[in-house]
Structures are given as C-alpha cells and as structure tokens.
C-alpha cells in the first residue's frame, strides 16, 4: 500500500502531523518505536504547554496517540533505518521491511550519542544498522553487536541462529576499525577484537543520517519556512529541526509540516 503520507517519529511533532493529515482525509503511516518509551513520558508535569497546566509527560502522549489512532492513523512499530526519495514517492526502510509514501515527515527527535569513530567512513562496508536486514551476509563469520534497541537480544540471537560468532560491546568508547573494510572494534579499555563485520543498534538512527543528501545544519536538519528540507518529499518537525527543543515548537511544528505536505499533494 503506498501511504499519502509517512512519519517516521511518534512524539509530539510526529503525532500532531498525523492528526492534521487524518483530518484532511489522508492516509497517514507512523513509524515509530514504542511512544511511551519518549523522556516525555518522564516528564512529571508540563508547567509550560499552554491550555494543559499540570498534565504529565505520559498522559499528553498517550492522548496524542489515541486521537491520532480515533482518527484512522497506522502505527507501525520499528526502526526507520533509511529514507530515499524516488522521483514522486518516499521509500522507507523499517528494519526488514519498506513503506511507500507520497511525502514523508521525518520527527524521530534527536539522537544525542555521537557517531562513534570509523562509523560513518565503513557504513556499508561491515557497519550496519539491522541484523535481520543485513544478517545473512555475515553466515558463518565473527561479528560485534553493540547498542540500545528495545530488540537487542532478538537480533543478538538471530544473528547466532544463522551461524555467526558474536561478540557484544558496549557502546561507549567503541571504536570500528578497518581500511575500506571492518576489521574489527576496540573497546573503551583498548582491547581489540577482530570481525568481519559490526552491528550498531540503536534504537534510532541519528536524522541526519536517515537520509542520503540531508542537508544538516549544526547536527540538525535544515528546513524552511514550511518545514521542507532540500529533498523532494521529504519535510521535518520537532527537535530535529534545532533549537528550542521545546514541546510548543514540536507541535506547531508537526503541524506546518502536514500542511505544506498535503499542499504538494492537492
């Protein structure tokens, strides 16, 4: 099924996109990982959102996903690991699986762990970001896993399923080595383990890598005026946009975004 329109984030920003999008009558698909899993959630109060004094971090996006849900809006849970636009539509990757979309908004927030060293220069020569999606390449040899999803141990275990040595890391302080290809990891204490090939998962991807040609600004994505990016079909809300990282913008923001979509789609 190709979707009017895809949103990869169920925050604020995310969540507010897709009832503005429902209410004019569009099919709307959010991809996203468990909402309640947000530091929303965390927040004992909301003191500054107007109109809700009082209202905690998880009772506003509990409503936020049972209105958007009311009003028809798919939830699909699961990484977005990839966004590509193709000429009319927006493909995107969700672990093992892809979604058509006639525009997408990207809402995913921000990731605050920084790339960790050799990732960027070897993703795609022995960095990857999903065991099922790219597990079977690396049948029979040594890889590393390291990350934070809530799936981590599935993975893990799908990975040793199908035959490979599996070593698991912390995050923190890994280093990825290898000239044009992985050869291996060294840990915060400086020990090396050799391996074809290394498993970062996250339980999201950093925006700015979600797609290629993202035009970033200060670790952020760059948007206009009517919250589209340089890419075609391609638009941004909420923090990922830059500061302030403030609940208010995210959602004025998730607004916009759905209505300069659905403008290109009229």
Request: proline letters at 6%; glycine letters at 14%; charged letters at 20%.
């Amino acid at each position: 099924m190709k979707y009017d329109l895809l949103i990869v984030g169920g925050g604020p920003a995310g969540l507010t996109a897709a009832i503005h999008a429902r209410a004019r009558d569009k099919s709307v698909l959010v991809v996203s990982n468990d909402p309640m899993a947000s530091p929303l959630c965390r927040a004992p109060a909301m003191a500054n959102y107007p109109g809700l004094p009082g209202v905690t971090g998880r009772e506003l996006v509990e409503r936020l996903v049972k209105q958007a849900g009311n009003l028809g809006a798919e939830l699909k849970r699961g990484r977005a690991l990839s966004v590509m636009p193709m000429g009319g539509s927006v493909m995107v990757s969700v672990e093992n699986d892809a979604v058509e979309g006639r525009a997408v908004i990207l809402a995913p927030g921000v990731s605050r762990a920084a790339p960790l060293q050799g990732e960027a220069e070897l993703l795609g020569r022995g960095v990857s970001y999903c065991a099922t999606c790219d597990g079977m390449f690396y049948r029979g040899k040594s890889v590393v896993c390291a990350g934070d999803a809530p799936g981590f141990e599935e993975e893990v275990e799908f990975l040793r399923s199908i035959g490979c040595g599996v070593a698991v890391k912390r995050l923190a302080g890994l280093s990825i080595l290898g000239e044009g290809r992985v050869t291996g990891v060294r840990d915060a204490a400086g020990e090396e383990t050799p391996c074809d090939g290394v498993f970062l998962l996250r339980a999201s991807i950093a925006p700015a890598r979600l797609a290629p040609g993202l035009e970033t600004e200060g670790g952020y994505i760059k948007v206009d005026g009517r919250m589209a990016t340089n890419l075609p079909g391609v638009y941004a809300a909420g923090d990922c946009t830059g500061q302030p990282l403030q609940l208010a913008k995210a959602v004025g923001q998730g607004q916009a975004a759905a209505h300069s979509a659905m403008e290109e789609m009229d």
